[in-house]
């Protein structure tokens, strides 16, 4: 599987936008990216994914870089409930999706 | 908004006891799948299900689980004998097609403590 890079550990202030990076520099022409977060003592959930253009929707918006090697998850306006690991997967046609994930980037969210 | 929902939501057994997660995906998917996340680590993938059979597993999943869609509704994880290993809180998945474009759902997650 095509390797993602997270940084450990990010903080933000409430209401400020957040952007989350990943590198993917191994990617191939037919992985998709997926975002998907876990919010504390819960199961993680789908945020957002993408595969060449960028992305938005009700949660985050997706910027998928030209080359594909990364991308960035943009949440507008950090909130409290926005505090969670934050996981870059890449899934691709094969292995009936399932989803192997990373440590992923704990987001602080400051009040 | 349909959801995955898992019971019972904290199960603690003793070691050498079987155990048996049940899950109640969406009901239209047909994929299904269980993790686990030992406390503090990451989320392991252990199964996938798609048509009544197993489509994929990790080396974790050893002889002493299996997997069961009993009644077309529920999806169950036995553990046969457990061990303190076990313990870790087990998330079962589901989604519709299976492919790279689909949105994965995820339950609340069983914790399980094995004593």
């Known amino acids: 599987d095509a390797k993602t890079t997270q940084p450990n550990s990010m903080e933000s202030n409430e209401e400020e936008p957040v952007h989350l990076p990943c590198n993917h520099s191994t990617i191939s022409g037919t992985d998709y990216i997926h975002w998907y977060r876990q919010l504390p003592s819960q199961g993680p959930e789908y945020v957002i994914h993408g595969l060449t253009s960028n992305v938005n929707n009700r949660m985050a918006s997706l910027a998928i870089a030209e080359d594909r090697k990364s991308s960035t998850l943009i949440l507008h306006r950090a909130t409290l409930r926005d505090a969670a690991v934050y996981y870059c997967?890449?899934?691709?046609?094969?292995?009936?999706?399932?989803?192997?994930f990373g440590t992923g980037t704990k987001l602080q969210v400051i009040p | 908004e349909p959801e995955v929902t898992q019971t019972p939501s904290h199960q603690v057994t003793q070691m050498g006891q079987e155990v048996i997660l049940r899950c109640v995906p969406i009901s239209n998917h047909l994929y299904f799948y269980w993790y686990r996340q030992i406390l503090g680590q990451k989320v392991e993938f252990l199964v996938s299900f798609y048509n009544n059979e197993i489509s994929e597993k990790s080396e974790i999943f050893d002889d002493q689980f299996s997997v069961e869609r009993p009644d077309g509704s529920n999806f169950t994880l036995k553990i046969r004998s457990t061990k303190l290993e076990d313990s870790a809180m087990y998330f079962c998945?589901?989604?519709?097609?299976?492919?790279?474009?689909?949105?994965?759902?995820f339950g609340p997650g069983t914790r399980l403590t094995v004593l």
């Open positions: 998945a589901s989604c519709d097609s299976g492919g790279p474009t689909d949105t994965q759902y």
């Open positions: 997967i890449l899934l691709n046609s094969g292995g009936y999706q399932k989803v192997t």
